[in-house]
T-cell receptor, first 113, second 115 residues
């Protein structure tokens, strides 16, 4: 059963704490992406990785960090430097470095209080 | 700067009617235009996509119309059903620049199909 898994579905943290969101794919896709979704804002790219051990900043990378040590995994850390971390976070992957189709995971809703 | 402008923000359509969502762009380098459908609490899923060398693409009840000269494209949902109620996002891909092949998304349209 191939796909993208994100865990957990809901995550609660206190302000000032770092938190890591998990994203795993078993589609053998080369490229992986992290998006943030806020009501009425669409999807905004945080980071993306086209190959293992390489990643690039997207439009809103400040306050976030990522790693890509394995092809199937692309965890996102929301640091305490992110001023407004409460949001719905979506992970996606695409078969090659050219994203003709991005497959999305189910998302993680992060609430920071 | 918003590179893909989507309208309307929300749309209410009667069952059986036609839903129309519009997107406009400025970057003539965009070379791929997908539409995604998202149900509440779920990730978006690709619905249909078009390249700028064709003016229309149809898949079942879903049609993309593309006007290259006007830099606009639209999604038409024929015979809209309550199960189509979701948020729809248009997107565009830029093959040039440092962030090559990234997708830029519109802000989304929340469609409600009422019985």
């Amino acid at each position: 059963d191939g796909g993208i898994t994100q865990s957990p579905k809901y995550l609660f943290r206190k302000e000032g704490q770092n938190v890591t969101l998990s994203c795993e794919q078993n589609l053998n896709h080369d490229a992986m992406y992290w998006y943030r979704q806020d009501p009425g804002q669409g999807l905004r790219l945080i980071y993306y990785s086209q190959i293992v051990n390489d990643f690039q900043k997207g439009d809103i990378a400040e306050g976030y960090s990522v790693s890509r040590e394995k092809k199937e995994s692309f965890p996102l850390t929301v640091t305490s430097a992110q001023k407004n971390p409460t949001a719905f976070y979506l992970c996606a992957s695409s078969i090659g470095q050219v994203p003709t189709e991005q497959y999305f995971g189910p998302g993680t809703r992060l609430t920071v209080t | 700067q918003q590179q893909v402008k989507q309208s309307p923000q929300s749309l209410i359509v009667q069952k059986g009617g036609i839903s129309i969502i519009n997107c406009a762009y400025e970057n003539t380098a965009f070379d791929y235009f997908p539409w995604y459908q998202q149900f509440p609490g779920k990730g978006p899923a690709l619905l249909i996509a078009i390249r700028p060398d064709v003016s229309e693409k149809k898949e079942g009840r879903f049609t993309i119309s593309f006007n290259k000269s006007a830099k606009q494209f639209s999604l038409h949902i024929m015979d809209s059903q309550p199960g189509d109620s979701a948020t729809y996002f248009c997107a565009a891909r830029d093959p040039s620049g440092a962030g090559s092949y990234q997708l830029t998304f519109g802000k989304g349209t929340k469609l409600s199909v009422i019985p």
